[in-house]
């Protein structure tokens, strides 16, 4: 069994201006997120891609209890937690951990790195004392003399490894990383990337890394699912997908990625026009008003997930 198992998950925010909407006759609300199924085995790392405003942040929100869901199941270690209780989430909330996006702006500038590294463990009831600072800040490669510091004396890199103690302090079965990687130098990128593959391989923890760092994704995990408009359009094996995208919105993506090799050739896929708006979605296929292939019935019929072994797409002309 899989540590995490998502199926159908369907998270929905209300309109703005719902008053209005209501006087049109249309609906109170959207989904942000529309029947996203994925899994994550222990000790696995799943990278989650797309662009802005697609439902990736959404996704990991909801996993960790800060949004309900509004149908769908979060299963993790076998148990159900879309409906979970105020206690059972004080106790699954030791198990999942969640690394914010802004490395800064997620530490309390009024407290230490002590302080701010042993907060889990003070609210959980656990012993929170000098040595244990120490050790999460060795377990992240910083010397023992950082705990008196305080968040504006940080680079953004130790501030990353800052974060990354704090989420690991209750040493969680499931870490999810929105974004690790932003607003760092290419070198630091390195680095951190570098801790959280040795913290996974000496702990065992399962990682969900959140991006739009494609050469990360490719380096780190070992499944990605790309995400277009709240709903996944392919998911695999993260080696497969980047040699033979099935979906032509991933072939896109996986051309505008920056090419290290100066004399690398190969087909440029661009598109065209804006993402829609998941308020009014078009008909059919999400993506046919930019898709370079779409044909009649993309406009009509809404593509079914398709599996293909170990991996799958939603597009009824796939490449």
Known sequence: MSLLEVTDLRVRYARQG?????????????????GVS??????????????????????????????APASGSIVFDGEEVASASARDWARLRREMSMMWQDPVGSLSPRLTVRSLITEPLRIHGQKADRNEAER????????????????????????????????????????????????????????????????QQRTGVAILVITHNLNLVRHVTDRMAIMYLGRFV???????????????????????????????RGERVELSGEVPSPVNRPSGCDFHPRCPWARDACKVNEPDWQTEGDRGHRCMFPL
């Open 18 to 34: 719902r008053l209005r909407a209501a006087l049109r006759g249309e609906a109170h609300d959207f989904e942000a997120v529309s």
């Open 234 to 264: 392919e998911e695999g094996p993260t080696g497969r997908i980047f040699e033979h995208p099935r979906h032509p919105y991933t072939k896109a993506l996986l051309c505008a990625n920056p090419e290290p090799d100066p004399d690398a």
């Open 136 to 199: 999460l800040l060795s377990l992240v490669g910083l010397p023992g003399e950082y705990a008196a510091r305080y968040p504006h004396q940080l680079s953004g890199g130790q501030a990353r490894r800052v974060g990354v103690a704090r989420a690991l302090a209750l040493d969680p079965r499931l870490l999810i990383a929105d974004e690790p990687t932003a607003g760092l130098d290419m070198s630091v990128q390195g680095e951190v990337l570098n801790l959280l593959n040795e913290v």
């Open 38 to 67: 994925f899994s994550i085995e222990a000790g696995q790392t799943l990278g989650l891609v797309g662009e802005s405003g697609s439902g990736k942040s959404t996704i990991a929100r909801t996993l960790i209890g800060l949004k």
